[in-house]
Every structure is written in structure tokens, then in C-alpha cells.
């Protein structure tokens, strides 16, 4: 696990597109030891050695504000450069191909699948503390004790539990955090999450110390 002190610190790119305190995730993943660097920069993108994308709010106006930014089509090419890529909140709910919530709106396509409504009977959003069954062979959620609390505010989550490593209970069974090679993502919040979001996020960031090694070789 990672810390403030370890070094190399990797270059994480937290991607800038205006929208939620995406600043509150850059200093969380400084916290777990990485050189995190909010930014729009292109070639910033190109060399980090993973990226990030935040989000809160409504998926159709997180997609356009992405859109708009020319951010949409670097986030499809660095998922797809192998690099650790971490979603969050909307952030992941954008790296699904469409969402109820924004009927007509595409999202990223990085990943097959709609985005569904939280099922009728709970409170929505689900804006609390909720425990989180953790499929124990997962990079993103290693080190975690069972069954660890982490904090949720959505009314959405992945309806395809394919590539789940991560569920809570909310009505029904939720997909709460996805792995899929190096590209990952947390319906919850790890940067309001307290230390079990904090080693999340130095699992990510390990991960991208790894990477940087690779790529020097």
C-alpha cells in the first residue's frame, strides 16, 4: 500500500471537465500517494501513468460537460491503453454504453450495458454508509477486511453484474464497484470513505506504479 512518503509517485491524471469537487478526489489520491494532477491537458492524459474520472450529478449533463471538454474520446483511449483507469460515482456510471437516467444520452461504451434506477421501495439517492461484499481475488479492493463500510450518494448502478467485484445490499443486490483488466470503478466514494477509501485508492495508485515500471522497461 502505498503512502505519502513512498516514492516513485506515480502521475495520475484526475480528468477536469468542470462538473462536482473533482479536487476532492485529486487530493484524496495524493493522499495515497500519487502525483495527482487535475487537468484537460491532453498530453498530460497521454503520459500519465492512469487516469481518473470523477463524477457527481446527472449522467447526460456529466457526459456533455465531458463532451464539450474533448475530454470523451481521451477517456475511451486511455481506458484502452492499458493503463490503470478508475471511474467514480458517475465516473463509472459514464463508462457504460446508456443510463435511465439520461434516456438517448450515450455514454463512454467502455464497458456493455445500461445504467439502472435503484429499485422502488428504497430511498433514493442511497446517500449513506453501507457495507460492501468484496469478491476477495480483486486488485481494486485488496487489503480490505469482509464485508468493510464505504459511503454512497446514487440512484443509479450498473444493471450487468458481469464484471462486479464489489456489491451492496440496497432493496436488492447493487453493483457497487466494477474490475475489468486495468480499468476499474466505485459506485461509491473512496474519497469520502474514510481508510477503507483511502487503501482503495492506493490500490490504484500501486497499480500505476506498476505500470510506470513496466512502460520504463
Partial sequence: MSTESDLPRPL??????????L????????????????????????????VVLPGVGNFGRCMQALHACGLAELAVNAAASGRPFLGICVGLQMLYEWSDESPGVAGLGIMAGTVVRLPDGVKRPQMQWNQLHRVPTSSLLAGLGDDPWVYFVHSYSPEDPTHAVGTCEYGNTVVAAIEAGTVWGCQFHPEKSGANGLRIL????????????????
Wanted: with cysteine; charged share 20%.
Fill in 23 to 50: 479536487r476532492s478526489a485529486q487530493k484524496a489520491l495524493q493522499k495515497a500517494g500519487a502525483d495527482a494532477q487535475l487537468t484537460a491537458d491532453p498530453e498530460l492524459i497521454a503520459k500519465a501513468d492512469g
Fill in 202 to 217: 492506493a490500490n490504484f495508485v500501486d497499480a500505476c506504479v506498476g505500470a510506470a515500471m513496466s512502460a520504463q522497461n
Fill in 12 to 21: 495520475v491524471a484526475v480528468l477536469d471537465y468542470g462538473i462536482g469537487n
